[in-house]
């Protein structure tokens, strides 16, 4: 089988474009040989020159020689023209021909710059048309693989980009696909659910952060929520790998070490620091109570004493969600780094949604990433009107405006009602229960939306507490997703419903929690709020 990267593929959604485009990733996964990798969904821009000079490609192929076949997939529908075949999207046509050229000239000069022995071919695949006229759509005729010879897919790719043999240029082909073209995953999603998304942000932190040089590498990254961290840890959790080195990655919340662990590749250890705590004690025979009284206290305690075996050494530590962590948590996961091993501390000061002191970290590096490239700039703008300078984070996303909706409540069951009418909203603005996440801004002993296993028409999911034989959570049948802040804190969604959201003063505590409800959203927001809490926010906002 060929090797497919990014990891993760068969976890994304299969709807549209991008499904047509899982299922050819799967043919040639399955039908090309082991002396070739395939590099999917690659997005790229101009870097160099920063502005939007700017292509896209669905598939590379790479031999053992380094050599690229570049594959560009279009499905569906196509019109043939006197000028050759063309695209439509929404009432605009494209010259197939042009874009290719263009797309396989500028990455052909970007990779010369850097590997000039590499050979760069192309094919253009229409796995749902037919082409008439092969003489006249632009391209050579050898170079376009339609409906008719579609099952030839893999051989074709064979014969236009043999094997080869091992040569080093190959290693710096792999690298500027990795490196430059920045290829990493997205690692925003619902839990219990891995959709993961290739994403490309030009300037973006996996990128830059990992082109600082020092030594010793100890690298703390204040960044705000949508900037990026998880996706640096999981690139330098796959660097690591590529160096024969071992990672560790740990994080506070479960949720989030369960999404980690489920989209790295394997190698490493991942997990929540609770779990690495539980998983040395287990190995020494000790079995923690979790229903005893301060069992969690306890369980930390005792691993913090045990001694640091070899097989417990890594060659990376990255630690994300920081802000969660004690100094002595800091201590008891810094322990496990082998003497020369690069360390990261990720983390977002607004997200500290249980009050503990900054954790201090002499000597490191610090870079400050503010820029949110997940959320919708409307639902940015809102933050820094309601918080001020303590939303210190800039709106770089590629959304402008959300559907940012507010809805009010007076009681527990004007608030069922609102929440009722906040996914309406939502499945009509055209989202599905997948993309749907219901927030609420208590905890669950505190939420009155908890106890209902359905609203109306709609059922709930949430979590049970167990989880499987492979350590996966469980969640109760439902069709929307219903999580609480702290839980959903370093997930997002795209159409997200913050309920519940209710104070007295809008204090340090709520500003947190606001901050890390509303940012969860990718694209639509619904808050429902309580009548005095919609009053002090209006009073926020207005800058009184």
Not at 63 to 72: K, P, V
Not at 165 to 172: C, K, L, V
Not at 185 to 209: E, F, K, N, Y
Not at 253 to 261: I, T
Request: hydrophobic share 40%; aromatic share 8%; charged share 25%.
């Amino acid at each position: 089988m060929a090797h497919i990267h990014p990891d993760g593929w068969r976890a994304l959604e299969t709807r549209g474009a991008a499904g047509r485009e899982i299922e050819t990733l799967a043919r040639l996964g399955a039908a090309l040989p082991d002396a070739y990798t395939v590099y999917h969904a690659v997005h790229w821009t101009n870097l160099e020159r920063g502005f939007a000079v700017y292509g896209e490609i669905d598939f590379v192929v790479v031999n053992r020689a380094g050599d690229l076949l570049l594959i560009e997939q279009k499905s569906g529908f196509l019109e043939e023209t006197p000028e050759g075949l063309v695209k439509r999207y929404a009432g605009k046509t494209k010259s197939v021909s042009l874009q290719l050229a263009r797309t396989v000239t500028a990455l052909r000069a970007k990779l010369h710059a850097r590997c000039p022995e590499a050979h760069v071919e192309y094919l253009l695949y229409c796995p749902d048309y037919q082409v008439r006229q092969v003489e006249s759509a632009g391209l050579s005729p050898q170079r376009i693989v339609d409906a008719r010879r579609r099952e030839q897919l893999a051989a074709l790719i064979q014969a236009a980009l043999p094997p080869g043999e091992a040569q080093p240029r190959a290693q710096e082909a792999h690298r500027f696909l990795r490196d430059v073209i920045q290829l990493e995953t997205d690692v925003s999603a619902l839990i219990g659910r891995a959709r993961a998304l290739v994403t490309r942000v030009s300037g973006g932190l996996a990128h830059w952060a990992r082109q600082l040089e020092f030594h010793p590498y100890r690298l703390r990254v204040a960044g705000t929520a949508g900037s990026g961290k998880t996706q640096l840890a999981l690139a330098e959790y796959r660097a690591t790998l590529e160096r024969g080195g071992r990672p560790l990655y740990v994080c506070y919340n479960r949720p989030l070490a369960d999404h980690f662990r489920r989209i790295a590749p394997p190698g490493g250890w991942a997990g929540a620091f609770h779990m690495l705590c539980d998983q040395r004690l287990r190995e020494t025979g000790v079995t923690p109570d979790f229903r005893a009284p301060g069992a969690f206290e306890a369980l930390t305690e005792q691993a913090a004493v045990l001694p640091v075996t070899e097989a417990w050494r890594f060659d990376t530590v990255i630690v994300d969600e920081g802000q969660d962590f004690t100094e002595a948590w800091r201590d008891a996961v810094l322990a496990h780094a082998a003497p020369d091993a690069r360390l990261l501390w990720l983390e977002d000061p607004l997200q500290n949604l249980y009050g503990r002191p900054p954790v201090a970290l002499p000597g490191w590096v610090t870079l400050k990433a503010q820029g949110n490239c997940r959320s919708p700039r409307s639902v940015v703008r809102l933050l820094q009107s309601l918080l001020g300078e303590a939303a210190a984070m800039e709106a770089v996303g590629p959304l402008g405006d959300a559907g940012l909706e507010v809805l009010t409540y007076r009681d527990a069951a004007e608030l069922k009602e609102r929440v009722k009418e906040a996914i309406r909203l939502c499945y009509a603005a055209g989202f599905k229960r997948d993309d749907l996440a219901l927030v609420s801004f208590r905890g669950r002993e505190q939420s009155l939306l908890f106890p209902y296993t359905q609203l109306g028409p709609h059922t709930l999911r949430t979590f049970t507490g167990q989880y499987d034989l492979l350590g996966q959570p469980i969640y109760s049948e439902g069709d929307v997703l219903l999580e609480t802040v702290y839980r959903f804190k370093g997930q997002s969604a795209p159409a997200v419903i913050f309920t519940e959201i209710d104070f007295e003063t809008l204090d340090d505590k709520a500003a947190r929690k606001l901050f890390v409800g509303c940012t969860r959203a990718m694209m639509k927001l619904v808050l429902v709020v309580s009548e005095r809490s919609a009053a002090r926010l209006l009073e926020a906002a207005d800058g009184g």
